[in-house]
């Protein structure tokens, strides 16, 4: 791919500033150039083509816009110079008109028969990159394109439709992957996926909140592109394969958005649920270990531990564990220790992972006692965390008197004097603190009026430096006059 500096002239009056302009391989004469910056802004109009490796020093090009355009890298040229004649100098008359008539025809049918792709955008952000490769892959895939400047108005819509929901769902590559939906392979040769990048590169470093996956935004895309595949240029025979890939790519997203609404929906029954999502009834395992005679040495301190305990005398086993979630699911899986045990694992769900209780029991089975177990398993029940639904909190919320949330703010406060005029606004206030759920609330108000920290002294220190000099100066005055 090479880059020309292009600029168009109308006699001596530059029309177009020179620009660096992109070249791709498929483009052959200087006539593809033109047309492409001109846009058939001076039809039927005389061309003259200038080349040089300076953009003071010219040479005209003989045969104009049909010659190759090779020769500029034969002879090592950057520039290119177009110059339209002005239309008094034309020369055209009726007769030469009437002359030319076929031609201009011919040159219509010509240019009707070129394959049309968008043209490219100054790269400017990541979006006209993402836009640009789309058009690159295009043309290499569909070498043929859209036929006609007719096709103009939807090629481009498509391929605006088509970037819209790719940059989408750029930053979120990993979550389609781990749900089996990956983007179809045409898509992964776009320039930046096949070197492992991104396009989106805002979305992981900005300091912004990052805007998560919306199954409406995503309906609203996928709408929208349905809308261009639907088209007649659509169902032609060349343009099959590529609009497969595209109708796989929808049928993803589709089920990515299902995943969506199934995963709302289900959160939504959570929080209006008068009962936790997870108990001990349910998410509870309860096995025994029995003791071996051979264990690995990484098992030695924890069997140490519990050759001093009591039996039915548990304990967390966390400390005793590796911090890695598969080195400590395999740790517990292949558990060895010389005495013999029971395990208990409760699983809290989601990101919270799995509390595990282990204690002691008799060697012999007869000298075991079920009731010791069910007392231990009880036990621990109640210490387990309670994790309770947004409908479980507003119930508990509206039991709560307003002579309970008086004597919460006396107890925090010391103050007893409240008026009937203002109760019901703190009454409310106390309550959003609880709804909250933010111990920092409550400590700040019994220790805001007593603060101990040392983060206001440098201003302290300023002050009093300041006050103790107007003092001196004071009392340096009144002793003079007094003198």
């Not at 168009?8 to 047309?35: H, L, M, R, S």
């Amino acid at each position: 791919m090479s880059h020309f500096f292009v600029s168009v002239n109308e006699g001596q009056k530059n029309i177009i500033e020179q620009k660096i302009v992109k070249i791709d391989p498929d483009i052959t004469t200087f006539n593809e150039i033109y047309e492409a910056i001109t846009r058939d802004m001076f039809y039927g109009r005389n061309v003259q083509v200038y080349v040089g490796k300076i953009d003071n020093k010219w040479v005209r090009v003989e045969e104009g816009l049909r010659d190759e355009l090779s020769l500029m890298s034969e002879l090592e040229l950057k520039h290119i110079k177009f110059i339209v004649q002005p239309e008094e100098h034309t020369g055209f008359t009726d007769q030469s008109i009437q002359q030319n008539e076929p031609n201009t025809f011919n040159r219509m049918m010509e240019r009707a028969r070129q394959p049309y792709f968008p043209m490219l955008k100054r790269v400017d952000t990541r979006y006209d990159l993402l836009y640009n490769d789309v058009i690159a892959l295009l043309k290499k895939e569909q070498r043929n394109g859209w036929r006609g400047t007719e096709s103009e108005s939807f090629a481009k819509k498509f391929v605006e439709r088509l970037v819209a929901i790719l940059w989408y769902i750029d930053p979120h590559r990993e979550k389609f992957i781990s749900r089996s939906l990956k983007l179809p392979d045409i898509f992964d040769e776009l320039e930046q996926y096949q070197c492992n990048g991104c396009y989106n590169n805002f979305y992981h470093t900005g300091h912004h909140k990052k805007e998560q996956l919306s199954h409406d935004k995503l309906e609203q895309l996928i709408k929208s592109l349905e809308l261009s595949i639907e088209q007649p240029w659509a169902s032609e025979d060349k343009w099959m394969d590529f609009i497969n890939q595209v109708i796989l790519l929808i049928e993803n997203v589709k089920k990515y958005v299902n995943y969506l609404r199934e995963a709302n929906k289900n959160m939504n029954v959570l929080h209006n649920s008068e009962f936790p999502a997870r108990n001990p009834g349910c998410d509870l395992k309860v096995y025994t270990v029995e003791a071996s005679y051979d264990i690995h040495s990484k098992y030695q301190e924890l069997s140490d531990f519990l050759l001093e305990k009591d039996n039915y005398e548990f304990f967390d086993l966390e400390e005793y564990t590796p911090h890695d979630t598969i080195q400590k699911y395999n740790y517990i899986k292949n558990l060895q220790l010389s005495v013999p045990v029971t395990i208990y694992r409760y699983y809290q769900g989601n990101y919270l992972g799995t509390i595990n209780y282990i204690w002691k029991i008799p060697l012999r089975d007869d000298h075991r006692s079920e009731t010791e177990n069910a007392r231990v398993i009880a036990k621990i029940n109640e210490e387990l965390p309670k994790y309770y639904t947004r409908q479980m909190r507003k119930n508990a919320l509206k039991k709560v008197t307003p002579v309970v949330l008086r004597t919460l703010y006396f107890d925090l406060t010391g103050d007893a004097s409240t008026t009937n005029t203002i109760s019901k606004e703190i009454e409310e206030r106390l309550r959003i603190m609880m709804q909250l759920e933010d111990p920092s609330i409550v400590v700040d108000l019994r220790t805001n009026n007593g603060f101990k920290g040392k983060k206001f002294d440098v201003f302290w220190d300023e002050m009093e430096a300041y006050f103790n000099e107007v003092n001196i100066y004071f009392d340096l005055l009144i002793t003079n006059i007094f003198i």
